[in-house]
């Protein structure tokens, strides 16, 4: 397949970008409007014979129509993507999720080519932290944040196109990611890199929220999978049994770092957060046979941990801002 990879200079489509390259025979566009979360740094070294990058936007609907003939299928992870700044500033959100999804649905219906929508198990709100029950394919959405609602909207865009358009589209709703090349803003690259600095970690409120955690890689595996063989018209729930709490998991960072478990902060809670996503992932894995590689989260956040002591360069330049966006929230 030649790919058309939206948002593949941000954190999860750049590791679907050197997944894709290096286990594939696919091709692959990058089409990215490098804002703060986009790096092309995090694109180096990939074989010109098989990858080119595109600058824009996913609005721009000109540019969107001239790259659309010479591709199979738009995989779409372009999105504004974190939380808080849906707080402090809303507009962006509805622009790129919500007016930049629709902008690439027209270009999948006036082409006929195939479209995969990368979301978020955001989109369904959050469970108690004693609530035997995890979200499928049939929990109602009810998303908390400006963020969580742009994607929400987005997905039911997508899903109105493939009805009444008949566009040949796909969604998959992801739980949290972690691994190489995520952004400074978020909070496993924030801690680390906090400690690599000789800073304490940050925890919002008690850290009893908890989240499921899933390395990309995995989450690039099951995108491939449902690209290559799933059902037009279906949404998969991508998860890999990842359930920990923030400051279980500020302590392992701690701790694999050489320092003592309890070296953090609590600082300021975010306004309505969501307090745990758990995603039930058997659609995926009964029909189309996905299985997670990274079974041991230890062992994956020790390799990540590893990859942000290697890689100061391409992190160090975004530290300063994002700690400077931090101190005026009092996180
Ligand atoms: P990110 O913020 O790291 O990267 C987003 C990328 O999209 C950046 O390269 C940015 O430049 C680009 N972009 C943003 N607006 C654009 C626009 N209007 N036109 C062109 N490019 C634009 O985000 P991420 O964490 O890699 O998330 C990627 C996708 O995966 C998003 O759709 C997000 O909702 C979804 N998702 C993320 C997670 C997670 O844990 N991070 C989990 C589930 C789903
Ligand atoms: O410094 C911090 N301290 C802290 O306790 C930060 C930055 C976060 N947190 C908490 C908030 C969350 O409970 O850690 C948890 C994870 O926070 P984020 O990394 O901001 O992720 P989250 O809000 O859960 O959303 C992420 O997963 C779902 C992605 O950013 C979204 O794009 C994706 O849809």
């Known amino acids: 397949m030649r790919?058309?990879?939206?948002?593949?200079?941000?954190?999860?489509?750049?590791?679907?970008?050197?997944?894709?390259?290096?286990?594939?025979?696919?091709?692959?566009?990058?089409?990215?409007?490098?804002?703060?979360?986009?790096?092309?740094?995090?694109?180096?070294?990939?074989?010109?014979?098989?990858?080119?990058f595109v600058l824009g936007d996913i609005q721009d609907a000109s540019l969107i129509a001239t790259l659309t003939p010479d591709h199979d299928a738009i995989v779409h992870y372009a999105a504004e993507s974190h939380n808080d700044n849906s707080?402090?500033?809303?507009?962006?959100?509805?622009?790129?999720?919500?007016?930049?999804?629709?902008?690439?649905?027209?270009?999948?219906?006036?082409?006929?080519?195939?479209?995969?929508h990368i979301s978020t198990d955001e989109v369904y709100g959050d469970l108690d932290l004693d609530d035997p029950a995890r979200f499928t394919e049939n929990t109602p959405y009810n998303p908390s944040s400006p963020y969580s609602s742009t994607k929400a909207s987005s997905d039911l865009l997508v899903r109105a196109w493939t009805r009444s358009f008949g566009v040949r589209a796909t969604i998959s709703n992801c739980s949290n990611n972690y691994g190489p090349y995520q952004h400074v803003e978020k909070f496993i690259p924030r801690?680390?890199?906090?400690?690599?600095?000789?800073?304490?970690?940050?925890?919002?409120?008690?850290?009893?929220?908890?989240?499921?955690?899933?390395?990309?890689?995995?989450?690039s595996s099951a995108v491939l999978t449902i690209l290559e063989r799933g059902v037009v018209g279906e949404t998969y729930l991508i998860g890999a049994d990842g359930e920990k709490n923030n400051r279980s998991v500020i302590e392992l960072i701690l701790t694999q770092l050489g320092h003592p478990a309890d070296a953090y902060d609590l600082v300021a809670d975010r306004p309505g957060h969501d307090l745990r996503y758990a995603i039930d992932s058997a659609k995926l894995r009964t029909s189309l046979g996905w299985v997670p590689r990274f079974a041991d989260f230890e062992t994956g956040l020790a390799d990540t941990i590893a990859w942000y002591r290697n890689n100061e360069a391409w992190w160090a330049p975004h530290k300063d801002a994002a700690e400077a966006r931090y101190r005026t929230q009092g996180q």
Not at 3 to 9: D, H, K, P, S
Not at 95 to 111: C, D, F, M, Q, V
Not at 200 to 214: A, F, H, K
């Open 191 to 219: 801690q680390i890199t906090n400690v690599l600095r000789g800073e304490r970690p940050r925890l919002y409120g008690t850290g009893e929220n908890v989240r499921d955690w899933i390395h990309a890689d995995d989450h």
């Open 3 to 52: 790919l058309l990879v939206t948002g593949g200079a941000g954190f999860i489509g750049s590791n679907f970008v050197h997944y894709v390259l290096s286990h594939t025979e696919h091709t692959v566009t990058v089409l990215d409007k490098l804002s703060y979360a986009g790096n092309l740094a995090s694109l180096d070294g990939l074989d010109p014979a098989r990858f080119r």
């Open 87 to 116: 707080l402090s500033d809303p507009r962006p959100f509805l622009e790129s999720n919500i007016i930049g999804t629709y902008t690439l649905l027209e270009a999948a219906r006036a082409s006929g080519i195939r479209f995969h």
